[in-house]
């Protein structure tokens, strides 16, 4: 998910920093392992086995080839420090969504979940969730804040100087002694901001404003949900993606705004697609499943969750035989 441009982010700061010092009196309330994937998703993936309770399995993309042994939901699709700073407050805003699904999964189950608008918006809010409690969108807000920090320094030493050099001398009286001091004057300038994304508060408040603003740009349009004509779906360990189509060409991890379509495994029977033009359940075929589970694959860090004894694990060899994931080696 792309957090727009660096004009937008530049626009927000403020707004940031005056959440980061409400949230610093519980920087230190953590929870260690946290979730990028909800267990309730996950838990539509796994099957029972017996007195060892709901079993995945978590497929190693980097190591196909080796023996994958099956896993509980509690132990996968976690991030041992996701966020850094006052997290224990972010699992809350998480919680007060995560306690909505297993109602909502119901309806879908039983196949009458467009009789329910609440139903239905929690849907959309749980498409809204994995695209920013992801491991793609923690990438995007580090390579953003470095752009922008680069430029703004840059910008400083540069373009801004004079400026610099005259707010120092309104400041303290002093003239910026050579280039050192005018990077010394540069560098303190931008060290709290620096400080802020070092210690994750940047982040923490970054990705809480963001879940707001993705809720609010999903809710709006239509919501389809998929059913295969032939196979199953599975998850990926970025399972939310936002995509464009255009002809055949389909890209993802694009910006919600510039999105067609966004997609997200809601079991290996049932796809959720936000941003549809209309409420309705559609059929995927058995192409169009393939599609998707490529893209699954494609968007993974590193794995892709499988029910046990689907026959997935010989489909995901394959297409990485084939030179899936080509571009990441």
């Avoid at 002093?174 to 070092?198: C, M, S």
């Amino acid at each position: 998910m792309n957090e727009g441009s660096s004009a937008q982010w530049l626009a927000r700061a403020q707004q940031i920093d005056d959440r980061i010092e409400e949230l610093r009196p519980e920087a230190d309330r953590h929870v260690v392992g946290q979730h990028v994937i909800s267990q309730v998703l996950l838990k539509r993936f796994a099957t029972p086995f017996g007195t060892n309770g709901l079993k995945l399995l978590p497929f190693n993309l980097d190591h196909p080839n080796r023996v994958h042994k099956k896993a509980s939901p509690r132990e996968c699709g976690k991030v041992k420090h996701f966020a850094r700073f006052a997290s224990a407050s972010l699992e809350q805003v998480w919680g007060r969504l995560e306690t909505r699904i297993p109602d909502a999964a119901a309806a879908v189950d039983r196949g009458d979940v467009f009789q329910h608008e609440q139903y239905v918006q929690t849907l959309k809010d749980l498409i809204a969730l994995h695209l920013v409690r992801s491991l793609n969108y923690r990438d995007v807000h580090e390579r953003i804040f470095t752009k922008i920090y680069t430029e703004q320094r840059t910008a400083l030493l540069t373009d801004q100087s004079d400026l610099l050099r005259l707010a120092v001398l309104q400041r303290s009286g002093l003239h910026l002694a050579g280039p050192q001091g005018l990077v010394a004057a540069a560098d303190e300038i931008l060290r709290p901001h620096l400080a802020n994304f070092e210690n994750g508060a940047d982040f923490r408040a970054r990705i809480e404003d963001t879940f707001a603003k993705a809720k609010e740009m999903i809710s709006g349009a239509g919501l389809e949900i998929l059913v295969p004509a032939v196979g199953e779906f599975l998850l990926g360990d970025i399972p939310a993606l936002a995509i464009r189509q255009s002809g055949s060409r389909t890209v993802f991890n694009v910006a919600i705004g510039d999105s067609t379509a966004i997609v997200l495994p809601f079991g290996p029977k049932h796809l959720l697609v936000g941003r549809a033009p209309r409420n309705g359940m559609g059929i995927a075929t058995e192409e169009a499943v393939g599609f998707l589970n490529r893209l699954q694959i494609e968007a993974a860090q590193q794995r892709v969750y499988i029910r046990p004894n689907s026959g997935q694990e010989a489909f995901v060899r394959s297409y990485l035989k084939q030179g899936g994931r080509s571009a990441r080696r």
